[in-house]
């Protein structure tokens, strides 16, 4: 389908002769992503959809105590330090953002009054700025009004980088103006494509200005907000015990006309995978479970149960391996895994090829995951136009052994490979699950068929996903060899995920571990792509600088992509919920109800 082709049917939906869906069908069967689509029709000045989940009752409360469960443990509720998937989760149900996602794509408007369009304003054609109109009438959980004063200061907290917050990357090359109470201007320092970051989504989150005015910088992680959160969301805080549960009740004041539905939320941390989908599909316990990683062949049975439903929804998370090429064991500045030092073997590209091949990507996904995940070798797999051709994967112990003897690694007595002293052991962590335990042994035998002695670690989720800048064993600091984890795509466009290949988002002692690169690997030519990227307006010439960001580090084997993972959560059969891909799973918790 060629230019003049998509202009004619936008020019069709304008006219309301062709539906948003009709128009999003048609993109899909020629290989253009919803989620594309959908941003193809903002451009072009096509209001967005409403959000997906039609909404029945005619009053807020009266649904009584909605049962979830979380079985990665929250440890914070401050979303700007939410390093873990599971603390975006659960900030969000307090805190909101501008605007979220849905899961087609369209920028649903939350705390803003309308999404930007050129058409409204809001867009400037150069790309440089975007204003932002915010809904009126909005309060805080304490009764302080909502004003484009805390928006700006969210700006000023996230971009500070002595604030250490997760969120940097989103607001530190941005600057925000206060027009009136209820606007604000957000200028980019160069024509930005994908201006739908700062304040949108699981990085968007708006922090109340008299809260957390005090605690701005060094003093960020002493603010009361952290652990006790005032937002303006669906569900008032009540009790937080980290790593154990929270309990919120409903929002009186909640700015969107009869929601929420649920009087009480109660999220319960901790278990495991299995015991969680158990609670929800067999016993029916609780109302809903997250991330449901848990065997296929274990689910069916659980669903015979009927008591609930699994829902699975596309999204662009990625289940990965990465090989450290920083040394995990020896200190430098207080801090292991520094980029001041070399790993002793996995610094070899040679060593780290080998590993790729005793991967059987096509064994997990078909005896482990199932129907929620695909095997695939990139790390950008959704929207499909961001997705590299030339990354693919093979399974060949015999190959991999051949580039070791090449590369002159020789087995030992042991059986083990070395060379000048230096032997092919490694330390493989990931976060007790599992799947991810039957996927660690599934490598370590290949690997050990190639001369590789791999010793598995498994770490308690809670522990591994902290954001806890005194706990040794978190995935960011990366005191191993070999890590496992999925990172997830929170947005419809796949810059943000990419910024875990850059050089100035390096996790490390200065930034409390918080910088999005936990790999420490870095190369000059990823770096200047994504620079690039992000100011490049033409959505083609974008998607092949975002792929060749995903293709050196893939292609230098720091990134060993295992599976493009699916959204898997388990509701019961009368909870009606609203999940989207491209957000947090609560992104829209306030619409969820029980018929």
């Not at 103006?177 to 320092?189: G, P």
């Not at 910024?499 to 999005?516: H, Y």
């Amino acid at each position: 389908m060629n230019e003049n082709e998509i202009r004619n049917l936008v020019a069709e939906v304008k006219q309301g002769t062709l539906s948003r869906r009709s128009f999003i069908r048609t993109m899909a069967a020629v290989g253009i992503a919803a989620p594309i689509a959908s941003q193809i029709l903002v451009w072009h000045d096509v209001a967005m959809a409403d959000a997906t989940l039609p909404y029945k009752p005619a009053k807020a409360g009266g649904g009584g105590t909605l049962k979830m469960l979380l079985w990665q443990a929250p440890t914070l509720l401050n979303p700007h330090f939410a390093l873990g998937t599971k603390d975006q989760i659960a900030s969000r149900i307090f805190f909101e953002p501008l605007a979220g996602w849905d899961k087609e794509g369209n920028l649903i408007p939350c705390l803003a009054a309308e999404a930007p369009t050129k058409a409204n304003g809001g867009l400037a054609a150069d790309g440089m700025s975007v204003i932002w109109k915010l809904k009126r009438g909005v309060t805080w959980h304490d009764g302080k009004p909502f004003t484009a004063d805390d928006v700006v200061f969210t700006w000023q907290y996230a971009a500070d980088l002595a604030t250490a917050a997760y969120t940097t990357g989103s607001y530190k090359d941005l600057k925000v103006e206060k027009i009136d109470d209820y606007t604000v201007k957000a200028i980019f320092r160069a024509p930005t494509p994908f201006w739908a970051d700062p304040f949108v989504g699981s990085v968007g989150m708006i922090l109340p200005k008299h809260h957390f005015g005090d605690y701005v910088g060094a003093k960020s992680r002493e603010a009361p907000g952290n652990l006790k959160p005032v937002g303006t969301g669906p569900y008032k805080f009540v009790e937080f015990k980290p790593g154990d549960m929270i309990r919120a009740e409903r929002n009186p004041d909640y700015h969107i006309k009869n929601q929420p539905h649920f009087d009480t939320v109660e999220v319960k941390g901790g278990g495991d995978a299995v015991s969680a989908a158990r609670a929800v599909l067999q016993t029916g316990e609780y109302d809903f479970a997250w991330n449901m990683q848990v065997e296929e062949e274990v689910l069916k049975r659980m669903e015979a149960g009927g008591k609930g439903k699994l829902d699975i929804t596309p999204s662009g998370n990625v289940e990965f391996i990465i090989l450290n090429t920083t040394d995990p064991w020896t200190e430098v500045d207080g801090e292991r895994s520094s980029v001041k030092t070399k790993h002793p073997t996995l610094s070899d590209p040679a060593v780290r090829r080998a590993i790729n091949l005793l991967i059987d990507r096509d064994s997990i996904q078909k005896f482990i995951y199932g129907r929620a995940a695909i095997a695939t070798a990139s790390f950008v797999n959704a929207p499909k136009q961001f997705k590299s051709p030339k990354l693919k994967y093979e399974f060949d112990i015999d190959k991999a052994n051949k580039i070791l003897d090449e590369a002159g690694w020789t087995r030992g007595a042991d059986g083990i490979r070395e060379k000048d002293g230096k032997k092919l052991k490694y330390v493989f962590q990931t976060s007790t699950n599992a799947p991810r335990q039957k996927t660690q042994a599934i490598i370590k035998q290949a690997c050990q068929k190639a001369g590789i002695d791999i010793e598995i670690k498994a770490v308690t989720a809670s522990v591994f996903f902290s954001s806890d800048v005194g706990n040794p064993d978190t995935y960011s600091k990366f005191y191993a060899d070999m890590e496992m984890y999925n990172t997830t795509q929170p947005q419809p466009d796949p810059e943000r995920l990419l910024n875990q290949c850059v050089s100035w988002e390096i996790a490390t002692k200065d930034n409390k571990w918080l910088g999005r690169n936990n790999s420490r690997y870095s190369d000059p030519e990823a770096d200047k792509a994504y620079k690039a990227a992000q100011n490049e307006l033409d959505p083609v010439k974008r998607a092949a600088l975002l792929m060749k960001v995903d293709e050196i580090f893939c292609e230098a084997n720091v990134f060993l992509p295992l599976l493009s993972r699916h959204v898997v959560n388990a509701g019961a059969n009368n909870l009606m919920i609203d999940i989207s891909g491209w957000d947090t799973i609560t992104w829209n918790l306030a619409a969820w109800y029980r018929t």
